[in-house]
């Protein structure tokens, strides 16, 4: 049997998590929720997802657009097995105790505080702490693909200190309403940022300082790394590391990908859907060792780094695996992602 999921906060991450769990052989969406009627609700519709709302006041609505409406959050709930909640956060200690009556379990994003659920999960980090949880987060986009590259290297060679500058898209694509259009913006000004804590919420004992900026793009967020190692290595030796690992794509500015939209090219030119780019794609030609300290830049697509990974999390909440790098590889098989 098939593990039942269910989607709360069908947006930018949620639809995707859906499509995602759909490829997958071992679970199955079971209804999303939405709040209000829109060209999503529609399109969920004629995928086959039963949809569902928030709330009884929500249903009204849905009737008068002429979308098909099978209940609410609760109805949803008494037949999932687990939740993943893309809400757009600050919602998560309401939405705990319904989870909780209902006895389901729930993953959240990272707009969610790590204390709400006081796991917070990366696939190949942690999978294993994840077995049987009734909660966990899976990590911001910017964490995700911070802490795919920092485990990777710490394992090889040991992280001595790692300073990162973090060049942030300030809008998805599909947002009109947020800024800055012409700026550039110190995010916090007040350093560091809260990324370094957060990565430390799945690597404690990484030494990692953060500074963000906003930038005036949606396409992607760029890293610019800084990484002491506590092994002398050298840049193929580095290189060596990422090629093994699952999620991180190297793509040279000798193939013409040199900026963050031609990145976002290469993913529609794979056929990707929407676009997506699921792994980190880090420049094989950044990486350096200057002065005996390893430079390099990666991108990050904030819409979908994340989405691998919450099917993993399912994966390992309701044991469907025990063993992550098999989760992992049945996840990126069922995507169709073969990097490097
Ligand atoms: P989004 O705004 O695109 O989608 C959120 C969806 O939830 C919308 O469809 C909205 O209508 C719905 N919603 C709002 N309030 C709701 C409620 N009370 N109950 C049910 N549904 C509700 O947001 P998103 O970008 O998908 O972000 C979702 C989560 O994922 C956040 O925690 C965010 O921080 C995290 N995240 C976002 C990105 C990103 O770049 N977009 C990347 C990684 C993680």
């Known amino acids: 049997m098939k593990t039942k999921v269910a989607i709360n906060g069908y947006g930018t991450i949620g639809k995707r998590v859906a499509d995602a769990v759909c490829a997958q052989e071992d679970m199955e969406i079971v209804g999303i929720v939405k709040t209000r009627p829109s060209f999503e609700?529609?399109?969920?519709?004629?995928?086959?997802?039963?949809?569902?709302?928030?709330?009884k006041e929500n249903i009204e609505e849905f009737k008068k657009s002429k979308i098909e409406v099978s209940g609410t959050l609760e109805d949803l709930l008494k037949n999932a097995d687990i939740v993943v909640d893309a809400t757009p956060g600050d919602t998560g200690e309401e939405y705990k105790k319904l989870y909780e009556k209902h006895g389901v379990k729930g993953i959240w994003q990272g707009g969610e505080e790590h204390e709400l659920t006081g796991f917070s999960f990366n696939s190949e980090a942690n999978y294993n702490e994840a077995l049987g949880r009734d909660f966990a987060r899976v990590v911001s986009c910017n964490t995700t693909g911070l802490v795919r590259v920092l485990y990777s290297l710490d394992n090889a060679f040991g992280v001595k200190k790692a300073r990162v500058t973090l060049m942030r898209r300030s809008a998805d694509p599909n947002d009109i309403k947020t800024g800055p259009i012409n700026a550039l913006i110190p995010d916090p000004i007040k350093l560091p940022s809260h990324h370094g804590p957060d990565v430390n919420s799945i690597l404690p004992d990484i030494d990692i300082t953060t500074m963000a900026v906003k930038t005036s793009t949606t396409l992607m967020h760029l890293h610019a790394l800084n990484v002491e190692l506590?092994?002398?290595?050298?840049e193929d030796e580095i290189i060596n590391v990422f090629e093994k690992r699952p999620r991180i794509r190297l793509v040279s500015s000798k193939d013409r990908i040199k900026s963050t939209a031609e990145a976002m090219e290469l993913a529609k030119d794979l056929g990707r859907p929407r676009?997506?780019?699921?792994?980190?794609?880090?420049w094989k030609d950044s990486i350096v060792i200057n002065k005996g300290e390893l430079y390099f830049f990666q991108a990050i697509h904030q819409e979908s780094d994340v989405v691998p990974e919450n099917v993993d999390a399912i994966r390992a909440m309701v044991e469907l695996e025990k063993n992550g790098e098999r989760s992992i590889l049945k996840t990126n098989r069922a995507l169709g992602l073969h990097v490097n």
């Open 41 to 55: 609700a529609r399109i969920a519709l004629e995928k086959g997802f039963d949809i569902f709302t928030a709330s």
């Open 230 to 234: 506590k092994k002398t290595c050298t």
């Open 275 to 282: 676009g997506d780019m699921w792994e980190n794609v880090v």
